[in-house]
């Protein structure tokens, strides 16, 4: 059948590639709610494009620029770039519909109050890709599947985006992508128009035709987009979250011997803390030195130590209600933090215990 068959009103199977949307037989629905936006030639170019999300963790911890070269080094053609100024649930939730069932027996609805807490804070970048034709046989978004990585980055391994560009945790791992084509084009509509979804199929299909000018002026837009999104460069892997909550009660403790004792180990805290390092790297030196500092707690009368401070130097014990220790201590001291602090620290410990 074309494209443009209007007589079974299926999606064509060309569009449609091993993803949930597929499996739950969802690509009829979708189908319907994309073809009246596009010819039959531009449909056809979704094969080759693939949307994707760089999330609000990738832009505050400035790691969007990791990503972005990881693509480019990839030979991927950037179509298409918009900020989105301000998520709101209705995005999340359409974003993620098909993880969000129980008709997917790998649902997302456990944590869904957690990680929907990721778009409300702050902007994110909606991007489209070209991804030229390789010769190994695998398609455009099995292969930005490849390079993008497991949810999970410490499960990643060094080449994936992920894994290079030190996402946080299952939740905060920097960028989401398109399964399928037809989602590539379901998913690209939440955020963006009709008109910026065939503007870039127009932009592929002048780059696959060789001209010079389609690639460069959608890296203008981009540079334009991130302006707007005013990047930062704030660490959000747990070993670094923890490095400041830990100094941060330790500055509270009223022991003088306490604070002799454990200066050089904070001092090689903060060096861990600056290093650009992979997570797992990061995580494994912060454990080594919390079995120091725990050697030092020992030899420390129990009134000169805190319980918490004794808690927060056994990572190996580290669970999702750690958080809430840390956050009523904090209050209780006067000591702020902000949302990105308590999201980390809530994601963080969360997927910690559950890979624990």
Same mark, same amino acid.
């Given at each position: 059948? &074309?494209?443009?068959?209007?007589?079974?009103?299926?999606?064509?199977?060309? #569009?449609?590639?091993?993803?949930?949307?597929?499996?739950?037989?969802?690509?009829?629905?979708v189908w319907a709610s994309v073809r009246g936006h596009l010819s039959e030639a531009q449909a056809?170019?979704?094969?080759?494009?693939?949307?994707?999300?760089?999330?609000?963790?990738?832009? =505050?911890?400035?790691?969007?620029? !990791?990503?972005?070269?990881?693509?480019?080094?990839?030979?991927?053609?950037?179509?298409?770039?918009?900020?989105?100024? @301000?998520?709101?649930?209705?995005?999340?939730?359409?974003?993620?519909?098909?993880?969000? &069932?129980?008709?997917?027996?790998?649902?997302?609805?456990?944590?869904?109050?957690?990680?929907?807490? #990721?778009?409300?804070?702050?902007?994110?970048?909606?991007?489209?890709?070209?991804?030229?034709? !390789?010769? +190994?046989?695998?398609? !455009?978004?099995?292969?930005?599947?490849?390079?993008?990585?497991?949810?999970?980055?410490?499960?990643?391994?060094?080449?994936?985006?992920?894994?290079? +560009?030190?996402? @946080?945790?299952?939740? *905060?791992?920097?960028?989401?992508? !398109?399964?399928?084509?037809?989602?590539?084009?379901?998913?690209? *509509?939440?955020?963006?128009?009709?008109?910026?979804?065939?503007?870039?199929? #127009?932009?592929?299909?002048?780059?696959?035709?060789?001209?010079?000018?389609?690639?460069? @002026?959608?890296?203008?837009?981009?540079?334009?987009?991130?302006?707007?999104?005013?990047?930062?460069?704030?660490?959000?892997?747990?070993?670094?979250?923890?490095?400041?909550?830990?100094?941060?009660?330790?500055?509270?403790?009223?022991?003088?011997?306490?604070?002799? %004792?454990? %200066?050089?180990?904070?001092?090689?805290?903060?060096?861990?803390?600056?290093?650009?390092?992979?997570?797992?790297?990061?995580?494994?030196?912060?454990?080594?030195?919390?079995?120091?500092?725990?050697?030092?707690?020992?030899? *420390?009368?129990?009134? =000169?130590?805190?319980?918490?401070?004794?808690?927060?130097?056994?990572?190996?014990?580290?669970?999702?209600?750690? @958080?809430?220790?840390?956050? +009523? %201590?904090?209050?209780?001291?006067?000591?702020?933090?902000?949302?990105?602090?308590?999201?980390?620290?809530?994601?963080?410990?969360?997927?910690?215990?559950?890979?624990?």
């Amino acid at each position: 059948m &074309t494209l443009t068959d209007e007589r079974t009103g299926a999606c064509p199977e060309e #569009l449609l590639e091993d993803s949930y949307l597929a499996r739950l037989g969802d690509g009829e629905t979708v189908w319907a709610s994309v073809r009246g936006h596009l010819s039959e030639a531009q449909a056809t170019r979704l094969k080759e494009c693939v949307f994707i999300m760089l999330k609000p963790d990738a832009i =505050e911890s400035g790691r969007h620029e !990791a990503v972005l070269a990881g693509m480019k080094a990839a030979g991927w053609q950037l179509l298409h770039a918009h900020t989105v100024l @301000s998520f709101g649930p209705r995005h999340f939730e359409d974003l993620y519909k098909y993880n969000l &069932t129980v008709r997917n027996e790998h649902n997302m609805m456990g944590v869904w109050w957690l990680n929907g807490r #990721l778009y409300a804070m702050g902007p994110g970048v909606a991007l489209m890709f070209r991804i030229p034709p !390789a010769a +190994a046989g695998r398609t !455009a978004h099995q292969r930005v599947k490849d390079l993008k990585g497991v949810s999970d980055p410490f499960a990643g391994s060094p080449g994936e985006l992920r894994w290079e +560009a030190r996402g @946080s945790n299952t939740a *905060l791992n920097l960028l989401h992508a !398109a399964d399928d084509p037809i989602s590539t084009a379901r998913e690209f *509509l939440i955020f963006g128009t009709p008109d910026q979804l065939r503007r870039a199929l #127009l932009r592929a299909e002048a780059i696959a035709s060789g001209d010079p000018g389609a690639g460069p @002026s959608a890296e203008a837009e981009l540079r334009e987009q991130l302006f707007l999104t005013q990047p930062g460069r704030r660490s959000l892997d747990l070993a670094s979250v923890m490095i400041r909550m830990k100094s941060r009660i330790r500055a509270g403790e009223p022991s003088a011997d306490l604070w002799r %004792e454990t %200066e050089r180990t904070y001092a090689t805290y903060r060096e861990i803390a600056d290093q650009e390092t992979n997570i797992v790297n990061r995580w494994s030196r912060f454990c080594a030195l919390n079995a120091k500092e725990r050697q030092v707690l020992d030899r *420390l009368r129990r009134e =000169e130590v805190s319980p918490l401070m004794r808690r927060l130097a056994a990572p190996e014990d580290y669970d999702f209600e750690l @958080s809430v220790e840390i956050r +009523a %201590e904090c209050a209780r001291r006067g000591v702020t933090l902000d949302a990105w602090e308590t999201l980390a620290l809530d994601t963080g410990l969360y997927y910690h215990e559950e890979r624990s």
